[in-house]
């Protein structure tokens, strides 16, 4: 056979390989589309040593949460609702967490705060083996007493050594991250604490979507993505006046007697029942029913679900909740069932209501602050005295069918789970496509350029054989292949994180020493 038709057949082959290859590689393998980070939660304490100044006997202060924010363990903050995108082929993954927390102390005379500083929706920017924490920063300088308002601070630096983003699954899981504080972090942090101060560590963990096949919508038809229904609704016209599609009521009670039940001292847990759910830092009570008057700003509302609190020495259950709003003032009742015994409708706490708005068809009432009546005390078993501030309560209230109820914090998939306390950052496994948990990809391009190497080795010898003979009495050439290897990835660690029932997983953070306290 001549050079020629021998060059022309090894060509060929060539040819029907790579297009072999082409068949055998999905068209995903090129670039995986960048994914929706939806739900999951942040855990932070920002600085433990700040917030032992801030509630300790020199600033004699504490501090507030904000949109849903709660508290975990001896220190730690919980951000919650996580959004954003994570593309698993680079690592790039952004993801906004919502909730705040802020802190005042050395109270004047006059009732303000020398001290006060709100952190909150802290967002996470991790690309090319680098991240940033930023954040929505108010603080009031020491010297001048000037409040400063920023959105989104680049506010800190992570450290992120040994963490590989890429290739991760569902949910991506970072465990106690170093934190190191920015020159811009610093400035609005009011100069309490030098640019390079370490801060907290944080965990993280948040549900990544799947992409969606085909390019179809990733959300049932005729829904959607970013609003669930109400509930049933009845047409307008067969309302009676007044009354309204669906409602509920947010309250938490307080935080710091969720922590005693919870806590060593109380060693106990909180039930819900009857519809209510729990939002982390709140108990939803739904399927309100009852009456509301835009132009007075009236509502009489009743709600489903029961909370039940147990522990040693402990049992309380509140059900029947009911809001009743006039005058821009608010009451909040419930049946309270102690050792057996139920008082019907007590007056817990009175709220401030003034805030209730109407806009379009939903009526609201946002995070109204709220204090202990007598009733409520003697509920409480005098725990809190009359006027104790309670945490505060939230209103919605659906006008009409397309409105839709204020959706609960998202904490993930994961938000139950607990774990050890650990040093170490947790990577998502590289080995594992977040869509689907497959990685064929890796499998295909190996077997392909295995079979076009083997493929171009036989035509280059066939050309060689036929161009240049060997002598008779000449061995025929050892092939050697060249032996590759591989590292196996790490498997990614649950991030640490307590139980959601908000018990502890971590110790009470140390008072701050003379290196730590903030600058005066």
């Known amino acids: 056979?001549?050079?020629?038709?021998?060059?022309?057949?090894?060509?060929?082959?060539?040819?029907?390989?790579?297009?072999?290859?082409?068949?055998?590689?999905?068209?995903?393998?090129?670039?995986?589309?960048?994914?929706?980070?939806?739900?999951?939660?942040?855990?932070?304490?920002?600085?433990?040593?700040?917030?032992?100044?801030?509630?300790?006997?020199?600033?004699?202060?504490?501090?507030?949460?904000?949109?849903?924010?709660?508290?975990?363990?001896?220190?730690l903050f919980r951000f919650h609702s996580a959004t954003g995108s994570y593309d698993p082929d680079t690592g790039a993954f952004e993801a906004s967490f919502s909730g705040g927390v802020q802190f005042q102390g050395h109270q004047k005379p006059d009732g303000a705060y020398e001290l006060d500083l709100s952190v909150s929706r802290p967002t996470i920017k991790?690309?090319?083996?680098?991240?940033?924490?930023?954040?929505?920063?108010?603080?009031?300088?020491?010297?001048?007493?000037?409040?400063?308002?920023?959105?989104?601070?680049?506010f800190a630096s992570l450290g992120l050594g040994g963490v590989n983003m890429a290739g991760g699954g569902s949910p991506i899981a970072l465990t106690n991250i170093p934190v190191t504080l920015t020159a811009q972090g610093a400035k609005s942090f009011a100069g309490y604490y030098p640019a390079g101060a370490q801060l907290d560590p944080i965990s993280l963990s948040a549900d990544v979507k799947a992409a969606p096949e085909g390019g179809q919508s990733s959300a049932p038809a005729g829904s959607s993505p970013s609003a669930q229904p109400s509930g049933s609704a009845s047409p307008q016209g067969s309302r009676a006046p007044g009354a309204f599609v669906d409602a509920a009521v947010d309250w938490g009670v307080r935080r710091t007697f969720r922590e005693y039940v919870t806590g060593s001292i109380g060693q106990?847990?909180?039930?819900?029942?009857?519809?209510?759910?729990?939002?982390?830092?709140?108990?939803?009570?739904?399927?309100?029913?009852?009456?509301?008057?835009?132009?007075?700003?009236?509502?009489?509302?009743?709600?489903?679900?029961?909370?039940?609190?147990?522990?040693?020495?402990?049992?309380?259950?509140?059900?029947?909740?009911?809001?009743?709003?006039?005058?821009?003032?608010?009451?909040?009742?419930?049946?309270?069932?102690?050792?057996?015994?139920?008082?019907?409708?007590?007056?817990?706490?009175?709220?401030?209501?003034?805030?209730?708005?109407?806009?379009?068809?939903?009526?609201?009432?946002?995070?109204?602050?709220?204090?202990?009546?007598?009733?409520g005390s003697r509920a409480f078993n005098s725990m809190y005295k009359a006027g104790t501030e309670m945490d505060p309560v939230s209103l919605a209230v659906a006008l009409d069918a397309g409105a839709r109820l204020p959706a609960l914090p998202d904490l993930g998939s994961t938000a139950s789970s607990s774990s050890s306390s650990s040093a170490s950052a947790a990577a998502p496994a590289p080995a594992r496509n977040a869509a689907d948990g497959s990685s064929d990809t890796g499998t295909y391009i190996a077997v392909g350029v295995a079979v076009l190497v083997l493929a171009g080795g036989v035509a280059f010898l066939t050309l060689r054989k036929r161009r240049e003979p060997a002598p008779a009495s000449a061995p025929a050439p050892e092939d050697s292949a060249s032996e590759g290897s591989s590292s196996a990835a790490p498997e990614a660690e649950s991030p640490d994180a307590a139980s959601a029932d908000g018990s502890s997983t971590s110790s009470s953070s140390p008072e701050p020493g003379p290196t730590d306290t903030p600058r005066s």
Do not use: C
């Open 268 to 375: 106990g847990k909180w039930t819900l029942a009857d519809g209510a759910r729990d939002g982390g830092a709140l108990f939803r009570f739904g399927q309100g029913k009852g009456s509301f008057d835009g132009e007075k700003g009236a509502l009489d509302a009743a709600f489903a679900g029961t909370v039940h609190f147990t522990g040693a020495h402990l049992d309380l259950k509140l059900g029947a909740v009911t809001a009743k709003v006039q005058g821009g003032k608010g009451v909040l009742s419930a049946d309270v069932t102690t050792a057996g015994a139920t008082k019907s409708a007590v007056p817990l706490v009175e709220f401030d209501a003034k805030g209730l708005k109407t806009e379009g068809g939903l009526a609201t009432l946002t995070e109204a602050p709220a204090t202990l009546t007598e009733d």
């Open 1 to 75: 056979m001549s050079a020629r038709p021998a060059r022309a057949i090894a060509v060929a082959l060539l040819a029907t390989l790579a297009a072999l290859l082409t068949a055998l590689v999905p068209a995903t393998a090129a670039h995986a589309a960048s994914r929706t980070v939806q739900g999951g939660r942040l855990d932070w304490g920002i600085k433990s040593s700040f917030q032992s100044y801030v509630t300790g006997p020199v600033a004699k202060g504490g501090f507030k949460l904000k949109n849903g924010a709660a508290t975990v363990g001896g220190s």
């Open 126 to 154: 991790i690309n090319g083996g680098s991240g940033t924490l930023y954040a929505d920063v108010s603080s009031k300088a020491k010297d001048t007493g000037v409040v400063t308002t920023e959105s989104q601070v680049p």
